[in-house]
């Protein structure tokens, strides 16, 4: 139902006891800097905003190689919280080397069993803000690839 | 017309950094840290400072209400905070989630409450010392409150409505967007189900963060004075009433007014927008 590598990750959460699910999302939060893009690489697409639903800007950026695999960074501003910073970190490594369709299709609800229900609260619905973005800039391609076929 | 104070009228009731670190060791303080941010406790903190939750550990999990004295006994108690503990709260957001956490704590008679003026942000800016380690204090007794002081610092919606209806201080702390009725959320947040925009009406505007410096430190006596006496029109020995969407901005304000110009009889009404703005047949004031 889900691609591998979030199957995987998901699985993780799920075993974990409450403490270290905690410290395992802020170990993710922690390697959220990594997925920013790096020298030298190229996007086909790059999305960089703040939102209302967001406290800081967020920028992502997509990349498809020559299989149709996307492959994503991601920047975050200093002010964005801890568990939306995890879920960067964790949706950058288990959605990587999906197609954009794929990314699209996938449901959200694995979300909660990331993060647990003691984590997920009204005011950190911003847990699924960077699925929403992920799957924005696929959805954006996807209509651009669409729009180049029929031209 | 009102004096303008030249000091806060409780200075006690806020600390620096400096103080922290002289006082990390000190047996009769527990530093509480308190944030929106679920997690960022667990990111680094104060040494030695511990964690207490805005949702899980001070509100009732079932109804919308705060934990019974028994269990605010049991926080205290797993915490080593006895009744003589100088609990000094601090935490993100300029202190909002800080500030309603030291409310809580008034809410059930604990005496010896302060502020950590400027609060994480300022900490963490000035480079002092965090860490992930979380610390183990023996557990204390602290005994069941015989009360709550719901009556003192905490306003009902039948509350607020009397004090709309007579025309006495009402004060709206959210963004002036969510005072109009523009919006029901503030901005950068998400909904959290408010059927209704607008405000209580007779309510003022003033929202939190005029008390506030950019780097989050509550402003000094006098330009507070300004704000809230001669532009709020508020008055010693009036009842006051603050609010926001869910009660943590208004404690913000509360503390503001109770602790740095030291009004009596302000009462939080932490239902707030949330409440009313759900409330079949509430009065409502747009614009």
């Given at each position: 139902?889900?691609?591998?590598?979030?199957?995987?990750?998901?699985?993780?959460?799920?075993?974990?006891?409450?403490?270290?699910?905690?410290?395992?999302?802020v170990?993710?939060?922690?390697?959220?800097?990594?997925?920013?893009?790096?020298?030298?690489?190229?996007?086909?697409?790059?999305?960089?905003?703040?939102?209302?639903?967001?406290?800081?800007?967020?920028?992502?950026?997509?990349?498809?190689?020559?299989e149709?695999?996307?492959?994503?960074?991601?920047?975050?501003?200093p002010?964005?919280?801890?568990?939306?910073?995890?879920?960067?970190?964790?949706?950058?490594?288990?959605?990587?080397?999906?197609?954009?369709?794929?990314?699209?299709?996938?449901?959200s609800?694995?979300?909660?069993?990331?993060?647990?229900?003691?984590?997920?609260?009204?005011?950190?619905?911003?847990?699924?803000?960077?699925?929403?973005?992920?799957?924005?800039?696929?959805?954006?391609y996807?209509?651009?690839?669409?729009?180049?076929?029929?031209? | 017309?009102t004096?303008?104070?030249?000091?806060y009228?409780?200075p006690?009731?806020?600390?620096?950094?400096?103080?922290?670190?002289?006082?990390?060791?000190?047996?009769?303080?527990?530093?509480?840290?308190?944030?929106?941010?679920?997690?960022?406790?667990d990111?680094?903190?104060?040494?030695?400072?511990?964690?207490?939750?805005?949702?899980?550990d001070?509100?009732?999990?079932?109804?919308?209400?705060?934990?019974?004295?028994?269990?605010?006994?049991?926080?205290?108690?797993?915490?080593?905070?006895?009744?003589e503990?100088?609990?000094?709260?601090?935490?993100?957001?300029?202190?909002?989630?800080a500030?309603?956490?030291?409310?809580?704590?008034?809410?059930?008679?604990?005496?010896?409450?302060?502020?950590?003026?400027?609060?994480?942000?300022?900490?963490?800016?000035?480079?002092?010392?965090?860490?992930?380690e979380?610390?183990k204090?023996?557990?204390?007794?602290?005994?069941?409150?015989?009360?709550?002081?719901d009556?003192?610092?905490?306003?009902?919606?039948?509350?607020?409505?009397?004090q709309?209806?007579?025309?006495?201080?009402?004060?709206?702390?959210?963004?002036?967007?969510?005072?109009?009725?523009?919006?029901?959320?503030?901005a950068?947040?998400?909904?959290?189900?408010?059927?209704?925009?607008g405000?209580?009406?007779?309510?003022?505007?003033?929202?939190?963060?005029?008390?506030?410096?950019?780097?989050?430190t509550?402003?000094?006596?006098?330009?507070?004075?300004?704000?809230?006496?001669?532009q709020?029109?508020?008055?010693?020995?009036?009842d006051?009433?603050?609010?926001?969407?869910?009660?943590?901005?208004?404690?913000?304000?509360?503390f503001?007014?109770?602790?740095?110009l030291?009004?009596?009889?302000?009462?939080?009404?932490?239902?707030?927008?949330?409440?009313?703005?759900?409330?079949?047949g509430?009065?409502?004031?747009?614009g």
């Open positions: 139902m889900y691609p591998p590598k979030l199957e995987a990750i998901i699985s993780l959460f799920e075993s974990l006891p409450e403490i270290e699910r905690r410290e395992t999302l170990s993710y939060a922690d390697n959220a800097k990594k997925q920013e893009p790096r020298p030298g690489e190229t996007f086909v697409l790059e999305d960089v905003r703040k939102d209302e639903e967001c406290a800081d800007t967020v920028g992502v950026y997509l990349q498809v190689d020559d149709g695999k996307a492959h994503f960074r991601m920047t975050l501003g002010e964005v919280q801890t568990l939306t910073r995890a879920m960067t970190a964790i949706l950058c490594k288990g959605l990587d080397g999906r197609t954009p369709q794929e990314v699209l299709e996938l449901p609800d694995f979300v909660t069993r990331i993060v647990g229900a003691e984590l997920v609260r009204v005011r950190s619905q911003t847990i699924y803000y960077v699925l929403t973005r992920i799957k924005g800039i696929c959805k954006v996807l209509d651009r690839q669409r729009m180049a076929a029929v031209a | 017309m004096t303008s104070p030249t000091q009228a409780h006690e009731a806020l600390v620096d950094a400096d103080w922290i670190e002289k006082h990390q060791n000190d047996k009769n303080v527990r530093i509480i840290e308190s944030n929106e941010d679920i997690l960022l406790y990111t680094g903190h104060i040494p030695g400072a511990v964690h207490i939750d805005w949702r899980t001070l509100q009732d999990q079932v109804v919308r209400d705060y934990i019974a004295p028994d269990k605010f006994a049991e926080l205290c108690s797993r915490n080593g905070i006895t009744p503990t100088t609990c000094v709260f601090y935490g993100d957001k300029a202190n909002w989630w500030c309603y956490a030291l409310w809580a704590f008034r809410l059930f008679g604990h005496e010896k409450v302060k502020i950590l003026n400027g609060g994480r942000d300022k900490w963490k800016a000035e480079g002092r010392e965090m860490t992930r979380v610390p204090y023996p557990p204390s007794n602290y005994p069941v409150p015989a009360k709550r002081y009556k003192e610092i905490r306003a009902f919606a039948d509350e607020a409505l009397a709309s209806k007579a025309g006495k201080p009402l004060i709206d702390v959210r963004s002036p967007g969510e005072f109009k009725g523009e919006i029901t959320h503030m950068e947040y998400p909904q959290e189900g408010v059927l209704r925009g405000h209580i009406p007779g309510a003022k505007s003033m929202p939190w963060k005029t008390a506030t410096n950019d780097d989050s509550f402003k000094a006596a006098p330009d507070l004075a300004k704000i809230y006496y001669d709020c029109g508020l008055k010693p020995g009036t006051t009433v603050v609010y926001c969407r869910i009660g943590e901005r208004s404690s913000h304000t509360w503001v007014l109770t602790y740095l030291g009004l009596e009889n302000v009462r939080n009404y932490d239902g707030s927008w949330t409440e009313w703005g759900n409330k079949v509430a009065p409502i004031e747009k």
